[in-house]
């Protein structure tokens, strides 16, 4: 039986073509790809796969990654060009999967527990509710997005608390 990060890596190679430029460390502690690759991914849970499979793009990534569920090391640009390798179809001739690569890539991923209702956002994710755009619903947006402390902005700028 093939580990998770196996699994996750076939599925690189049929979008990528053969040894993509990626480590992978997955949740059962299986790993697959280049160790020694700039661009290492910790898949740390089923549930960052799944989020990648309703939300391929960087939605499904970010969603991932701020829930902890994935992490990576490297730079993140060498993410965001795997991750448009893969959602660029021009890209790959590996995407002709026969009906018994497709049937084992189903029974893979529901073995792993990948499959399943899409996963609720993070409750860092704003929730906002209301007519787009309208002034309620932006003045909720700039608020979520900003009214979040001075401990948070002392972080970021340092004790001056000053941009420009």
Not at 47 to 67: K, M, Q, T, Y
Request: aromatic content about 8%.
């Amino acid at each position: 039986m093939d580990g998770a990060a196996a699994v996750i890596g076939r599925l690189l190679e049929w979008y990528l073509g053969p040894a993509p430029p990626v480590g992978l460390r997955c949740w059962d502690g299986s790993r697959w790809g280049d160790p020694d690759a700039a661009l290492q991914v910790d898949v740390r849970s089923p549930d960052a796969v799944r989020r990648l499979l309703w939300d391929p793009g960087e939605l499904g990534l970010a969603r991932a990654h701020v829930s902890g569920e994935l992490d990576f090391d490297g730079s993140v640009f060498d993410l965001l060009g795997l991750r448009d390798r893969l959602i660029d179809r021009t890209v790959d001739a590996g995407l002709d999967l026969t009906w018994r690569e497709r049937a084992a890539l189903v029974r893979d991923a529901k073995r792993l527990g990948v499959l399943g209702r899409r996963p609720e956002p993070p409750p860092e994710e704003a929730r906002l509710r209301g007519r787009r755009h309208s002034k309620g619903r932006d003045r909720a947006a700039i608020s979520h997005h900003y009214d979040v402390g001075n401990d948070f902005y002392r972080l970021v700028l340092g004790s001056a608390m000053a941009y420009s």
